[in-house]
């Protein structure tokens, strides 16, 4: 199956950042949007009104639509899917898609039973809003699972109309798809507001000033270099024990709330760096033991 041509007549229910963003640059690339509906009143006017688009009750009513994007919460895409599967137009061939990282094509398992299209696409990118998914959805990768014979269409349709980069997950693994996801932003996140905590202890102003630029460049610098495992750098890969021993004393005396925190991610460093062999089974044993003498 090819799927639907284009230009496309997209509707769109849930007017989060992601659906929002995704369907203003559908609407760049020339498809017409027919319609938006959301939970609150409030919130699908001001999609729409970005939108350039009328307002519609999905609860009643599903304006004529190719595609139909889901930008609502993992958990009420197989409610949502339901009141659509009954309102698709009648011989046509619509595809249903919603944007959820650890769901496949399961939940809207209602409109496949209606004989539409399903198709999940994922989005790497943290969007905290709208305008930050308008600029970082071009470029970013995008896990794909297609009901059969959507997976061609799914993939060039993120790579032209939304500029992305499409990596085909199967069904089964879109769990493991999300988590790697959800690691890597959150815990990145997280180690900057350690990080960040550690700089306050010593009366930096500002720390994420500081830390700010260094996160970036490591990011730049793993996708650059072949990944985190290869471009890991520190005193755990050089197998430097006093300068950990040192960060442990001055935590200990100056935060000692963080030290847990900081043998986490030191044991996370460690993980990882014995799994790339950058270091041996002695080193990873050396810091490990040094770690635990250090903590309560």
């Known amino acids: 199956m090819s799927g639907p041509t284009t230009p496309l007549r997209l509707a769109l229910i849930g007017a989060g950042r992601v659906g929002t963003a995704v369907t203003e640059l559908l609407r760049r690339r020339g498809h017409v949007v027919a319609g938006v509906a959301s939970r609150s009143a409030e919130s699908a006017r001001r999609a729409a009104d970005f939108l350039d688009a009328d307002v519609f009750d999905h609860y009643t009513s599903l ?28 011989g046509a061939r619509s595809v249903v898609v919603h944007f959820a990282g650890a769901a496949g094509i399961a939940p809207l398992t209602p409109v496949l039973d209606a004989g539409a299209g399903a198709a999940a696409l994922h989005p790497v990118q943290a969007c905290p809003d709208l305008r930050s998914a308008l600029a970082r959805l071009p470029g970013s990768a995008w896990g794909v699972t297609t009901s059969a014979g959507l997976e061609a269409w799914a993939t060039e349709f993120i790579a ?50 500081v830390l700010g630029p260094l996160a970036a460049g490591t990011v ?77």
């Open 63 to 90: 304006p004529a639509a190719d595609v139909v994007l889901l930008g609502v919460p993992h958990g009420a895409i197989e409610a949502v899917a339901s009141l659509v599967a009954g309102r698709l137009q009648t």
């Open 160 to 209: 032209r109309e939304l500029s992305g980069d499409p990596v085909v997950v199967a069904e089964e693994h879109r769990p493991l798809w999300h988590a790697a996801a959800t690691i890597t932003s959150n815990g990145i996140a997280a180690l900057l507001a350690t990080g960040e905590t550690l700089l306050a202890s010593i009366e930096v102003e500002a720390p994420e000033r």
């Open 220 to 296: 730049t610098n793993a996708a650059a270099g072949g990944g985190g495992a290869a471009t890991l750098t520190g005193p755990v890969v050089r197998g430097e024990s006093e300068t950990i021993a040192a960060h442990l004393e001055h935590i200990i005396g100056a935060a000692p709330h963080l030290v847990e925190d900081y043998a986490r991610v030191v044991r996370v460093i460690v993980a990882a760096a014995l799994r790339a062999r950058r270091i041996d089974e002695q080193t990873a044993g050396r810091v490990i033991r040094l770690l635990e003498e250090n903590q309560g």
